[in-house]
């Protein structure tokens, strides 16, 4: 992890933490990296709905302006949204104003590059010695050659489209009802009414102070609770920025990205679309997922938590088809990042012509007995917690009674002040008692 960014971005409590001065230096240093020789570079900028979203997107152009790139304004739109009109309009970098799932009073900061992909650790790197180590070598223009400032909000109808070219059908006699995380789907998820689903909205009033408060794919309760009394086929939540997506059944139950991935990856497998049968996933997908997959001969390979390190994975060895537990899905053929919009109209499609009810489909996958919390510990016990002897031989005693029947994994978290504990096993109790056991060694240890 860098000194700037983490697994997914730069994030901090928006205008304190993530500073306007700090906005505009990775503005100017982004656009001095990514410049192309000879000419100004175009920057998309896209950003959430949340209410520090418009002071860090004046910082950031500023910044991006100021050093002679161009700036060239989308508006809310979901992350992948951004990737992709970066290649469709030939953009030169991107930059997202988002924390993603986080609550309000963070924001964050996410680039990509020509190809619509997320950063390289080398790149971002060369992004942090500017800021941190070289600021005098950010040299300012003036005159003509400050960039210009435009407004590309039309873009988002020319995503909307590409959302229903690979999508790719027709989503008539479904009711569906989707919670937009009073994120950046609002500003798109009208794409399921133009596929011809029947939609219900929830989620999608935005304030600025709104995003991800009990609603989205971090919160699928209300969701869960109206599409049982509703009578629909499916709830679909967003996350904040839209690249992630979570379920609920006809039933309410939930649906989560590793059900997704595992029931899209069978059908693609059967048609012939699946690449080298296999799928990339991380080190946080359950046993129950692994076992589908392998008892469908398709090959799972994992990866360490983080979207970016997905996508490396496919990009590397030609994969098509990745992703993460917590809704983060790779389709490559169509996207260079996880896009919930995306996945869930494939999925749905997948569902429609199924013929099926969802809660079926997805009995099929059993999953083992997971739990996942995080712990806020200090930055100095969250940048060293592997050094800590009685936290180790407690995550080692854990690993020994579980042996191979479940799996203990504890890091910390690359977008939050978190140490997280993710244990997972046959017996729903074991589970729980040594996820307790574990968490009370660290808040003694990690949190004083």
Same mark, same amino acid.
């Given at each position: 992890?860098?000194?700037? *960014?983490?697994?997914?971005?730069?994030?901090?409590?928006?205008? #304190?933490?993530?500073?306007?001065?700090?906005?505009?230096?990775?503005?100017?240093?982004?656009?001095?990296?990514?410049?192309?020789?000879?000419?100004?570079?175009?920057?998309?900028?896209?950003?959430?709905?949340?209410?520090?979203?418009?002071?860090?997107?004046?910082?950031?152009?500023?910044?991006?302006?100021?050093?002679?790139?161009?700036?060239?304004?989308?508006?809310?739109?979901?992350?992948?949204?951004?990737?992709?009109?970066?290649?469709?309009?030939?953009?030169?970098?991107?930059?997202?104003?988002?924390?993603?799932?986080?609550?309000?009073?963070?924001?964050?900061?996410?680039?990509? &590059?020509?190809?619509?992909?997320?950063?390289?650790?080398?790149?971002?790197?060369?992004?942090?010695?500017?800021?941190?180590?070289?600021?005098?070598?950010?040299?300012?223009? &003036?005159?003509?050659?400050?960039?210009?400032?435009?407004?590309?909000?039309?873009?988002?109808?020319?995503?909307?489209?590409?959302?229903?070219?690979?999508?790719?059908?027709?989503?008539?006699?479904?009711?569906?009802?989707?919670?937009?995380?009073?994120? &950046?789907?609002?500003?798109?998820?009208?794409?399921?009414?133009?596929?011809?689903?029947?939609?219900?909205?929830?989620?999608?009033?935005?304030?600025?102070?709104?995003?991800?408060?009990?609603?989205?794919?971090?919160?699928?309760?209300?969701?869960?609770?109206?599409?049982?009394?509703?009578?629909?086929?499916?709830?679909?939540?967003?996350?904040?920025?839209?690249?992630?997506?979570?379920?609920?059944?006809?039933?309410?139950?939930?649906?989560?990205?590793?059900?997704?991935?595992?029931?899209?990856?069978?059908?693609?497998?059967?048609?012939?679309?699946?690449?080298?049968?296999?799928?990339?996933?991380?080190?946080?997908?359950?046993?129950?997922?692994?076992?589908?997959?392998?008892?469908?001969?398709?090959? #799972?390979?994992?990866?360490?938590?983080?979207?970016?390190?997905?996508?490396?994975?496919?990009?590397?060895?030609?994969?098509?088809?990745?992703?993460?537990?917590?809704?983060?899905?790779?389709?490559?053929?169509?996207?260079?990042?996880?896009?919930?919009?995306?996945?869930?109209?494939?999925?749905?499609?997948?569902?429609?012509?199924?013929?099926?009810?969802?809660?079926?489909?997805?009995?099929?996958?059993?999953?083992?007995?997971?739990?996942?919390?995080?712990?806020?510990?200090?930055?100095?016990?969250?940048?060293?917690?592997?050094?800590?002897?009685?936290?180790?031989?407690?995550?080692?005693?854990?690993?020994? *009674? *579980?042996?191979?029947?479940?799996?203990?994994?504890?890091?910390?978290?690359?977008?939050?002040?978190?140490?997280?504990?993710?244990?997972?096993?046959?017996?729903?109790?074991?589970?729980?008692?040594?996820?307790?056991?574990?968490?009370?060694?660290?808040?003694?240890?990690?949190?004083?």
């Amino acid at each position: 992890m860098g000194r700037l *960014f983490g697994t997914d971005g730069v994030r901090g409590v928006a205008i #304190t933490e993530l500073t306007c001065e700090l906005a505009m230096n990775i503005g100017r240093a982004a656009a001095l990296v990514l410049a192309k020789d000879g000419k100004k570079s175009n920057i998309l900028v896209g950003k959430d709905t949340r209410v520090s979203s418009d002071t860090l997107e004046a910082a950031l152009i500023a910044g991006i302006t100021s050093v002679g790139a161009n700036a060239e304004l989308l508006g809310v739109v979901p992350t992948p949204a951004l990737a992709f009109l970066i290649r469709e309009f030939e953009a030169d970098a991107g930059i997202m104003i988002s924390a993603s799932h986080n609550s309000f009073e963070d924001n964050g900061i996410k680039i990509f &590059s020509a190809n619509g992909e997320k950063l390289p650790d080398e790149t971002e790197e060369k992004i942090e010695k500017y800021i941190l180590d070289e600021p005098e070598k950010m040299l300012l223009k &003036s005159g003509a050659d400050v960039g210009e400032i435009r407004s590309l909000y039309s873009g988002k109808d020319a995503y909307m489209n590409h959302i229903i070219n690979c999508g790719g059908g027709d989503l008539s006699g479904m009711k569906l009802l989707l919670d937009c995380a009073n994120g &950046s789907a609002c500003s798109c998820a009208g794409v399921f009414l133009e596929m011809g689903a029947a939609c219900d909205f929830i989620g999608n009033n935005p304030s600025g102070q709104n995003i991800n408060n009990n609603c989205g794919s971090t919160y699928l309760h209300s969701l869960s609770e109206q599409v049982r009394a509703g009578n629909y086929h499916a709830g679909i939540a967003f996350d904040g920025d839209a690249d992630r997506c979570l379920m609920v059944d006809e039933k309410g139950g939930e649906i989560t990205g590793d059900k997704i991935i595992a029931l899209t990856a069978v059908v693609m497998k059967n048609a012939g679309l699946l690449k080298k049968n296999t799928v990339v996933a991380t080190v946080m997908s359950n046993l129950g997922f692994h076992e589908y997959l392998h008892n469908h001969g398709i090959k #799972t390979i994992c990866t360490k938590v983080g979207d970016r390190y997905v996508y490396e994975e496919m990009k590397k060895e030609g994969y098509n088809l990745g992703g993460e537990n917590s809704g983060h899905i790779i389709l490559s053929d169509c996207a260079t990042t996880g896009d919930g919009l995306l996945t869930a109209a494939r999925f749905l499609r997948l569902l429609k012509e199924s013929g099926k009810p969802l809660s079926e489909l997805a009995s099929a996958i059993n999953d083992y007995p997971q739990v996942l919390i995080g712990v806020k510990t200090t930055p100095a016990a969250r940048a060293n917690w592997d050094k800590n002897e009685k936290v180790m031989q407690v995550i080692k005693n854990a690993e020994t *009674f *579980f042996g191979s029947d479940g799996r203990v994994l504890v890091r910390a978290s690359g977008t939050e002040p978190l140490l997280r504990i993710m244990i997972e096993g046959k017996i729903k109790n074991d589970v729980d008692n040594w996820v307790e056991k574990i968490k009370e060694v660290v808040e003694n240890e990690l949190c004083k």
